[in-house]
């Protein structure tokens, strides 16, 4: 592991499943598959909710880590979240996906034992599916290497998904805003469980 993807993985202080998935080809509710041009993350019944997605990522390498919802992903660590919407419910999608991130970053800033002053945009992906960037510096006192933590959220169904990252001081938020949109764009879903038969036949 290099430093960089050690210091991310001690940056990400969502709340961590205990369940650990096993690196293998097999399509399981979590497998990473190896192809020509990058991989595919793949999720099943991911966090024992009804939802099915992948991930098509292009430019790079793709492997799982110790952790059950962090990935190496072509050489940035990516965490993926998957949750039930309705403890978040608002008016609207986009409340909906605000009253979450509130909840998440109040949860990380007790972690933290900071107060956490974040940020959320509007934007849409794919020129159809809204989405909610939501970000925050990081705390010197936290890390002096990681300068941000971003992250993209969006609902499909009755569930909320969510990609996040870190952003260092070597990088620009555009650079790493591009990677998590690059990721969105890329997760696709359906209402069937995810087989070899299934990507042969859609990918």
Avoid at 148 to 153: E, F, G, H, R
């Amino acid at each position: 592991m290099t430093r960089k993807f050690n210091l991310l993985s001690a940056a990400l202080f969502l709340t961590c499943i205990a369940v650990q998935a096993q690196n293998t080809a097999a399509v399981d509710s979590k497998s990473v598959i190896e192809t020509k041009d990058g991989g595919l993350l793949i999720f099943n019944h991911f966090n024992k909710l009804d939802v099915f997605f992948y991930i098509d990522y292009k430019g790079g390498q793709v492997r799982t880590t110790e952790r059950h919802n962090l990935f190496e992903v072509g050489g940035t660590t990516l965490q993926v979240l998957a949750l039930d919407k309705s403890q978040y419910k608002g008016k609207s999608n986009q409340e909906t996906l605000e009253n979450h991130a509130k909840s998440e970053i109040d949860y990380i800033g007790n972690y933290l034992k900071v107060q956490l002053k974040f940020k959320t945009e509007k934007i849409t992906i794919n020129g159809q599916q809204e989405c909610l960037l939501w970000y925050y510096e990081m705390p010197e006192s936290v890390s002096k290497d990681v300068k941000s933590q971003l992250y993209i959220s969006f609902i499909y169904k009755d569930f909320i998904i969510g990609v996040n990252t870190a952003q260092f001081s070597n990088q620009t938020f555009n650079e790493i805003l591009d990677f998590l949109k690059g990721i969105a764009q890329n997760t696709h879903y359906t209402d069937e469980r995810i087989t070899l038969e299934y990507l042969c036949k859609n990918r």
